[in-house]
T-cell receptor
Framework: RKEVEQDPGPFNVPEGATVAFNCTYSNSASQSFFWYRQDCRKEPKLLMSVYSSGNEDGRFTAQLNRASQYISLLIRDSKLSDSATYLCVVMASWGKLQFGAGTQVVVTP | GAGVSQSPSNKVTEKGKDVELRCDPISGHTALYWYRQSLGQGLEFLIY????????KSGLPSDRFSAERTGGSVSTLTIQRTQQEDSAVYLC???????????????FGNGTRLTVT
């Protein structure tokens, strides 16, 4: 079983709609969680950290469910520029960051 | 300021040859990571350096792979006797503190695209 698993998608989303997707992790001792964004043929960049109480950053909302070992990302009012692959990142042991394979989101006009 | 620099940007090599990939992290960043990404796949963790601590090598796929970090700065990833399955983009990243946080994200280089023929 992979340490970090994501639905690869693609999630096809009309512009202005809401999309949400999850990421599951296998190590219950995982300490920190993040969402990164990767555009085609580009390097990943941090989108947001995921805090235990859940957190928002503009149109983006991240949640953590430790009991069920998953994190989620919700994008409201989707923009064409939100089209990308969203990578779930988990720090299972100090400093070691494991990436999921990514969820592709395609926002259509 | 300068970001993470990787060289070469592209490398084509024959099966069985050795290759060296270089990563120059952001100055002052104590943590350095190597990942590889095959076409359409996610990032596969290879190795992690943190300051003067022993590196976490748990992701290296075989003993043909090795990496070092000299003086807490520049890192080289060496692949001996390359195989076709080694073909991938090798990404280096650095961060100010171990792991990553909102205030200390991973900064990635542009990667080295390795093709083994």
């Amino acid at each position: 079983r992979k340490e970090v698993e994501q639905d690869p998608g693609p999630f096809n989303v009309p512009e202005g709609a809401t999309v949400a997707f999850n990421c599951t992790y296998s190590n219950s001792a995982s300490q920190s969680f993040f969402w990164y964004r990767q555009d085609c043929r580009k390097e990943p960049k941090l989108l947001m950290s995921v805090y235990s109480s859940g957190n928002e950053d503009g149109r983006f909302t991240a949640q953590l469910n430790r009991a069920s070992q998953y994190i989620s990302l919700l994008i409201r009012d989707s923009k064409l520029s939100d089209s990308a692959t969203y990578l779930c990142v988990v720090m299972a042991s100090w400093g070691k960051l494991q990436f999921g394979a990514g969820t592709q989101v395609v926002v259509t006009p | 300021g300068a970001g993470v620099s990787q060289s070469p940007s592209n490398k084509v090599t024959e099966k069985g040859k050795d290759v060296e990939l270089r990563c120059d992290p952001i100055s002052g960043h104590t943590a350095l990571y190597w990942y590889r990404q095959s076409l359409g796949q996610g990032l596969e963790f290879l190795i992690y350096f943190q300051g003067n601590s022993a590196p976490d090598k748990s992701g290296l796929p075989s003993d043909r792979f090795s990496a070092e970090r000299t003086g807490g700065s520049v890192s080289t990833l060496t692949i001996q006797r390359t195989q076709q399955e080694d073909s991938a983009v090798y990404l280096c990243a650095s961060s100010l503190f171990p792991g990553s946080s909102y205030n200390s994200p991973l900064h990635f280089g542009n990667g080295t695209r390795l093709t083994v023929t």
